[in-house]
């Protein structure tokens, strides 16, 4: 049973161009999370989705960024017009439900590094 | 700030010593987890403990939860080199979903 699958495990964008990160959640995992890492720093949530809904981006900034869950395919973090700022690394966890009890496992991350 | 606190930031000890880390938290959790990220690399989870629970071990492990003092400590023994790592502790937040992370104890065992 494969584990939280993430691509590309390195990004290097230049300034204003996109990032797209991928994720694939551990087969039977419908719920979706993502958290951002800044070097020496712990994890902070972003985003919370199921298949086909996003169902919390308090965490994510409302400008640039994006995120899906279609219900085909991977989960997908958009990062439009990159800046300097959005170097960092980026990972995904899932979950079967989402209830607190339920541990999330994650994946090995997307570094990235806006040039 | 939600942001759970460790100390210290940076341990460094011989190999075989013990290894003692703290985290701090000021929400109601459900459980607190520990994880231990290598260099470059993501997350592996260690350890689970229960908000009605005081003390867990696994293997070398053992965690600690003192839920009046909204506090926790993770011990290693017998570190190896290996053990290496950056260890970070996550809260639930009561009722939640979300993860909050400490701000994470850099470990260097050396050999």
């Known amino acids: 049973n494969a584990g939280v699958m993430q691509n590309p495990r390195h990004l290097v964008r230049r300034r204003g161009q996109e990032a797209r990160l991928r994720c694939s959640p551990m087969?039977?995992?419908?719920?979706v999370y993502w958290y951002r890492q800044l070097p020496e720093e712990g994890l902070k949530f972003m985003v919370y989705l199921q298949k086909e809904n996003i169902i919390d981006e308090s965490g994510m900034p409302k400008e640039r960024f994006s995120a899906e869950f279609p219900k085909e395919g991977p989960s997908i973090l958009r990062i439009q017009q990159v800046v300097r700022g959005d170097s960092a690394a980026y990972f995904c966890?899932?979950?079967?439900?989402?209830?607190?009890?339920?541990?999330?496992?994650f994946g090995p991350g997307t570094r990235l590094l806006v040039l | 700030s939600q942001q759970g606190e460790e100390d210290p930031q940076a341990l460094s000890i011989q190999e075989g010593e013990n290894a003692t880390m703290n985290c701090s938290y000021k929400t109601s959790i459900n459980n607190l987890q520990w994880y231990r990220q290598n260099s470059g690399r993501g997350l592996v989870h260690l350890i689970l403990?229960?908000?009605?629970?005081r003390e867990k071990h696994s293997g070398r492990l053992r965690v600690t939860l003192d839920t009046s003092k909204k506090s926790s400590s993770l011990l290693i023994t017998a570190s190896r080199a290996a053990d290496t790592a950056s260890y970070f502790c996550?809260?639930?937040?009561?009722?939640?979903?979300?993860?909050?992370f400490g701000t994470g104890t850099r470990l260097k065992v050396l050999a």
């Open positions: 996550a809260m639930v937040d009561s009722g939640t979903y979300k993860y909050i």
């Open positions: 403990i229960r908000s009605n629970e």
């Open positions: 087969k039977g995992h419908s719920h």
């Open positions: 966890a899932s979950s079967q439900t989402s209830l607190a009890s339920e541990t999330q496992y």
